[in-house]
């Protein structure tokens, strides 16, 4: 069974920048789309970005032109790179294959909190 840990959030002002990172380990996820996700209180987990193994990437609107994900094979790991963070990106982040049907086990996410 695939273990996402994800790492890298925390407070940052409105202008700020963080680094997610999403290592996966129990099987290669190499072959899958891979995407980030948040949620917020109360509501459901919305996919932001997404990349395919061969480093195709599409993004939500809200989220295009400051947040990059990138892939690192060898590693199973994926990143996101966010710049101008807003106090509307604030919410826990996870990874995990693009579709539901496909999702693994959901890690514990990463808290990304945008306010001055």
């Known amino acids: 069974q695939v273990q996402f840990v994800e790492s890298g959030g925390g407070l940052v002002p409105p202008g700020g920048s963080l680094r997610l990172s999403c290592a996966a380990s129990?099987?290669?996820?190499?072959?899958?789309?891979m995407g980030w996700y948040r949620q917020t209180p109360g509501n459901q987990r919305e996919l932001v970005a997404r990349?395919?193994?061969?480093?195709?990437?599409n993004y939500e609107d809200s989220v295009k032109g400051r947040f990059t994900i990138s892939r690192d094979n060898a590693k199973n790991t994926v990143y996101l790179q966010m710049v101008n963070l807003q106090p509307e990106d604030t919410a826990v982040y996870y990874c995990?294959?693009?579709?539901?049907?496909?999702?693994?086990?959901w890690g514990q996410g990463t808290q990304v909190t945008v306010s001055s």
């Open positions: 995990n294959t693009d579709r539901r049907s496909t999702n693994f086990d």
């Open positions: 129990g099987q290669s996820l190499s072959s899958y789309w």
């Open positions: 990349i395919s193994n061969g480093g195709t990437s």
